[in-house]
């Protein structure tokens, strides 16, 4: 069922159901109210013919006679029956009905007074003690007036909530015709996006309602859908890039290697190259293995040294940064040791900063490399310095994106994938990272750590 019909059925059955309801209340203070109403009029016309029958011996002829016009207005169609103490009828046209009992009798000269239906007819006695004895007065009538008159409302109160349940399907349609066309809408943009172009977004409508929203998630859905279709195109065309260079450099040493006989020397040299690609390879699955988080990383944090790690870092790294002519220094200027322990994923730790000192080292063009620790508001900072290429101002915004690469690395070998990957790992660990670069002149990437709670 669509939401239109679902809208359609469910405002009328809301509409019928309280109009049914009001309908009912309405009918039944109607028949009670009627009800009273034709029972008060039989009580003056059960007063009237007592006095009539009663006090004619009593009251002047004139009066008497004034009094016999209004009691022949009054009892028209209507019945009139006087008993007696003994419970016959002594005066009035009612004779032995049936449907006066002996029980009313009682209760009326017991209660002063009795009302009943029966028979179609509306039933109403009073006592009426008088000098010639006590009397009980029944005035009768029908009750087909009465019963005209509940059907006609019934009639009326049914053709008005069918007349009423027509309209208010009929306006629920057309109004739901106009509610749920921006819906209609979105529904055929989405229908009209093609595979290859699926990160145009829709046009907002601007409407600030539950609309504009949901255009608005469908973008930012449609948007994260694109990201992800480009970084796994990015991620086939860097596979068949990356990998196919180590592993044709291996296959071609290999296959030279094979034509003839060679000295020991030259079989270490293979067998270095050879490594120092398998490791290549190694270290781009293990990035893109931590990337897409296929590793088992232990989940927990523990307290990590940090200034241990960057030494770490120093040690691996340093000699591949004096093979370039380069060299890398740590300038350690902390005095509150605490500052150093820090809660977080060692493994994820380590790569991430070995990562920005492995650029550093990529990067400096021959020139030395300065990593800084030090203090600032209570908070570790962590200052990676170069003199090297820089990065242009164009790819400074974009070099954390999966797989960029900037326009000048030249012959430099690299991924794509480190950088974004260690702002992940700082992201995760709600540290901070700014990267400051100059064409030339090299770049500074600088990390700004979460306070943590030390003692002095």
């Not at 003690?129 to 009750?143: E, I, R, T």
């Not at 990356?242 to 030279?256: M, R, W």
């Not at 690395?409 to 950088?419: A, E, F, R, T, Y």
């Amino acid at each position: 069922m669509t939401l239109r019909n679902r809208f359609t059925l469910i405002s009328s059955l809301s509409f019928g159901i309280v109009s049914i309801v009001t309908f009912g209340i309405i009918f039944l203070a109607y028949y009670d109210s009627t009800k009273i109403s034709y029972f008060e009029r039989l009580k003056n016309t059960a007063l009237i013919s007592a006095i009539y029958y009663l006090e004619k011996d009593e009251l002047p002829k004139n009066r008497h006679a004034q009094i016999k016009r209004e009691y022949t207005h009054l009892i028209e169609n209507k019945q009139v029956a006087v008993y007696d103490q003994n419970n016959q009828v002594t005066f009035g046209q009612n004779l032995n009905d049936k449907n006066i009992k002996l029980q009313h009798l009682r209760v009326a000269r017991n209660s002063k007074s009795v009302q009943f239906m029966a028979d179609n007819n509306f039933y109403y006695g009073i006592f009426y003690p008088d000098n010639q004895g006590n009397f009980v007065v029944f005035a009768k009538s029908s009750s087909s007036s009465f019963t005209s008159q509940m059907i006609r409302l019934s009639v009326i109160m049914l053709c008005v909530l069918i007349i009423g349940l027509l309209a208010i399907y009929f306006l629920s349609r057309y109004l739901s015709k106009i509610v749920y066309k921006p819906i209609s809408n979105v529904v055929e943009r989405i229908n009209n996006v093609e595979y290859n172009d699926i990160s145009k977004a829709i046009t907002s409508t601007n409407t600030h309602d539950e609309i504009d929203e949901l255009i608005k998630s469908y973008n930012k859905l449609l948007g994260r859908i694109s990201e992800s279709m480009l970084l796994q195109q990015n991620f086939i065309n860097y596979v068949s890039h990356e990998f196919k260079t180590p592993l044709a450099a291996i296959s071609g040493n290999l296959e030279v290697f094979a034509q003839k006989d060679r000295t020991p020397e030259e079989y270490r040299n293979v067998v270095k190259e050879s490594l120092e690609n398998v490791y290549e390879i190694e270290n781009i699955l293990n990035n893109l293995l931590l990337m897409s988080g296929l590793t088992k990383l232990e989940k927990s944090h523990q307290q990590v040294r940090i200034d241990e790690l960057i030494w770490k870092i120093y040690e691996k790294l340093h000699p591949k940064a004096l093979e370039n002519n380069g060299s890398i220094s740590i300038d350690l200027q902390i005095t509150k040791p605490y500052l150093l322990e820090f809660p977080g994923n060692e493994t994820l730790l380590y790569l991430a900063l070995y990562n920005l000192v492995e650029n550093a080292v990529k990067y400096s063009d021959h020139h030395p490399i300065v990593i800084t620790l030090l203090e600032n508001n209570q908070q570790l900072q962590i200052e990676i310095k170069d003199q090297g290429k820089g990065i242009a101002d164009d790819d400074l915004d974009k070099v954390t994106e999966t797989f960029y690469r900037g326009k000048n690395v030249d012959h430099v070998k690299g991924s794509g994938i480190g950088l974004s990957l260690s702002k992940s790992v700082f992201d995760h660990h709600h540290i901070d990272i700014k990267i400051n670069s100059l064409i030339g002149q090299g770049t500074t990437v600088s990390l700004t750590f979460p306070k943590v709670s030390g003692t002095l």
